[in-house]
């Protein structure tokens, strides 16, 4: 056989795989019905995501808002639990466009190759791009071979220039298939799948509705069983979230405790204190200081990037109180420095928008009692609308940035 | 030139640019050595869907459909739906059962009974699927009983 008989024999396998595939669920319109979820769901992502990764790193000229209290509660938990729903559409809308996979000849022409390699690109990058998300929600590091946060922002890119490159070359397909075709008399499926069926049941019966309403309980099905961590209505059906809101100390979870932040000896000492300081002006205070100092009591929920969040009560000093003693400028940046050193995690920076609200305290007690030591103790940070991420605990020193 | 025609330029030249700003990003905030471990995932996820997933869904589906002899086809779908459904479920809470054998940095992490969950899940979702079988069985039979007189009275005469 000569390579261009074998190229022959290789070019009709695939077009006879591709008609077996053909089933009554793989339209363009069905594809074109989930393509639109899908893609509303990986931009709901990318927007929530931005917004976790600005508040973070934000750029210089970047101010956020500080209420709702809920809202990095809300735009988090969106972003995991909408991830999640991304794994029955993207398994549904590939099933939809699987026999293209098989397309004779696999390469047409240069711009047919750029077409199959940006939809190769798009698929690739969406999969790994949603799988990772929630493996880092399990906290499977192990599994990485590379830095979970750095990798799935510069993904978010690569899927969402990819959507757009998509929806660029099917635009046509798009429109065409975008308001439901009024029906035709549907023709039994072609190809060898339809004559199967016929074999197998006697019918070729379409099961288009059958595969929507599959891929709609399905997304159903995981959003219920794990929202619960970020939307507490639907904490009773959290059967199967990273985590329960309700468990751990106080109460309340726990992402890096004192233990492994290696901080236990120094934040139980007795010799603790708080510097705040801004220039040449420094007060130090211990906790006797603190307890002083006009106590507030706020409810703001802890909301881990993670997606679990729950709401609490914090009683402690408020942080514009304690920068007044050192007559910091009220458009100040803050430094915020924990005991904690061996993490990156032990520095944050805290806007003048969050640094002057009247809600951010230095905190002492959570619900009444006083903070446990993976909380914190025996002072942290809690701010409105901000990750937990950014609520230093074991607090050391908060200093003006100059 | 038409507007369709415009915009698929537009999105197609923005889309390639946000590619590349993702690159951009890669290429400054991860280390090199890291490149391979995500080219492998890419590799694999691929690998995995186009390869394994879909093959042994189209061979479960052909399988359930060759029951369909003797099995209505609304049954049929409704166990697959509930089959695709469990398989979903599964993909996405046995690396939290696995995750939790290892065990986490702390007990807040995976707290809950995962595996009993999931047995519980399959129960209940057993129940749905043949409480949803036995309406359509149902149905079925009252649709046919509905015919069945007239064709008894046809016979009579």
Not at chain 2, 9 to 15: M, R
Not at chain 2, 107 to 121: E, H, K, Q, S, V
């Amino acid at each position: 056989m000569t390579p261009r008989d074998a190229i022959a024999v290789a070019g009709r396998t695939m077009t006879a795989y591709r008609a077996a595939l053909a089933a009554p669920e793989r339209t363009a319109r069905m594809a074109v019905v989930l393509g639109r979820l899908l893609g509303l769901a990986f931009l709901v992502c990318m927007g929530t995501g931005l917004y976790s990764h600005f508040l973070q790193d934000p750029l210089p000229w970047m101010v956020f808002p500080t209420r709702p209290v809920q809202l990095y509660q809300w735009t988090q938990g969106l972003h995991i639990t909408a991830g999640i729903i991304c794994f029955p559409l993207i398994l549904g809308k590939l099933h939809v466009v699987y026999p293209q996979l098989f397309q004779t000849p696999p390469v047409r022409s240069f711009p047919h190759f750029l077409e199959r390699a940006s939809i190769a690109l798009f698929v690739a990058s969406s999969l790994v791009q949603i799988t990772i998300g929630f493996i880092n929600t399990v906290q499977w590091y192990q599994l990485f071979a590379f830095p979970f946060r750095q990798t799935h922002y510069a993904l978010s890119f690569v899927v969402i220039g990819s959507l757009a490159v998509h929806i660029g070359v099917k635009l046509p397909v798009i429109l065409r298939h975008w308001r439901k075709q009024p029906r035709k008399p549907v023709a039994a499926t072609s190809g060898v799948t339809g004559r199967v069926h016929r074999w197998m049941d006697g019918s070729g019966t379409t099961s288009r509705r059958a595969f929507l309403a599959t891929v709609g309980a399905g997304s159903a099905v995981v959003a219920l069983t794990t929202a619960g961590q970020s939307f507490a209505p639907l904490q009773p059906l959290n059967l199967f979230a990273p985590r329960d809101p309700r468990v751990g100390p106080q109460g309340l979870p726990v992402n890096r405790t004192a233990e492994d932040a290696e901080v236990v000896q120094l934040a139980r000492s007795a010799g603790w204190t708080l510097s705040v300081v801004a220039g040449a002006r420094r007060i130090v205070l211990d906790r006797e200081a603190l307890r002083e100092l006009e106590q507030r009591t706020v409810d703001l929920p802890i909301a881990c990037v993670e997606g679990w969040s729950r709401m609490a009560t914090w009683t402690g000093v408020r942080l514009s109180d304690l920068l007044d003693l050192v007559e910091a400028p009220a458009d100040a940046r803050i430094r915020a420095v924990s005991l904690e050193t061996n993490s990156s995690y032990g520095v944050s920076e805290i806007g003048p928008e969050f640094a002057r609200d009247e809600l951010t305290l230095v905190a002492l007690e959570l619900n009444g009692d006083e903070l446990d030591i993976d909380h914190g103790y025996p002072a942290r940070i809690i701010s409105p609308g901000r990750p937990g991420v950014l609520q230093t605990k074991w607090l050391s020193r908060l200093e003006v940035i100059e | 030139m038409t507007a369709v025609t415009r915009i698929r330029i537009a999105l197609i030249v923005v889309g390639v640019l946000v590619i590349g700003l993702g690159g951009i990003v890669l290429l400054n905030d991860v280390n090199p050595a890291r490149y391979l471990g995500i080219a492998l995932w890419f590799a694999g996820a691929l690998v995995i869907h186009d390869g394994l997933i879909a093959p042994v869904v189209l061979g479960v589906h052909l399988l359930l459909r060759r029951a369909g002899r003797r099995i209505p086809v609304a049954v049929i779908l409704i166990v697959q739906g509930a089959l695709v459904i469990a398989a979903l479920m599964t993909a996405l809470v046995v690396p939290e059962i696995l995750k939790q054998g290892i065990g986490s940095a702390n007990p807040t992490i995976l707290p809950l009974d995962y595996a009993g969950n999931l047995l519980r899940f399959y129960a209940g979702l057993a129940l749905v699927t043949a409480a949803s079988i036995a309406v359509v069985l149902l149905r079925s039979r009252s649709a046919r009983r509905a015919d069945a007189p007239s064709r008894s009275g046809a016979d009579a005469a």
